[in-house]
């Protein structure tokens, strides 16, 4: 079993950053990504963004590029995303998961473990 915790939401203005964490403990696996999903109320669940843990390159959807960063801590199994510039579009619950196995998706149904997710609250 794969346990995540996210953290750093919050409420922010228009323009304004927040940091979010995705601690990651328990199985380990040879390859994995983690990716970020947002849902908001009456939403599907949409993709945000998916890194792979062994390479740490990072696929980003559209509508967070170049507004939306990543990094990760090996030691602490930890992986951050940095959401800069804001907008109430990005209002949403995130979560982050774990996609087992070296094969890329943008499919929140690829993904093998949940976290409970963190609010994201933007006001204009």
């Known amino acids: 079993q794969v346990q995540l915790v996210e953290s750093g939401g919050g409420s922010v203005q228009a323009g304004g950053s927040l940091r979010l964490s995705c601690a990651a403990s328990?199985?380990?696996?040879?390859?994995?990504?983690i990716g970020w999903f947002r849902q908001a109320p009456g939403k599907e669940r949409e993709y945000v963004a998916a890194i792979n843990w062994s390479v740490g390159t990072t696929v980003f959807a559209d509508s967070v590029k170049g507004r939306f960063t990543s990094s990760r801590d090996n030691a602490k199994n930890t992986v951050y995303l940095q959401m800069n510039d804001l907008k109430p579009e990005d209002t949403a619950v995130y979560y982050c998961a774990v996609k087992v196995g070296s094969i890329y998706s943008r499919n929140y149904a690829s993904y093998n473990y949940w976290g409970r997710g963190t609010q994201v609250t933007v006001s204009s």
């Open positions: 328990g199985r380990t696996f040879g390859s994995y990504y």
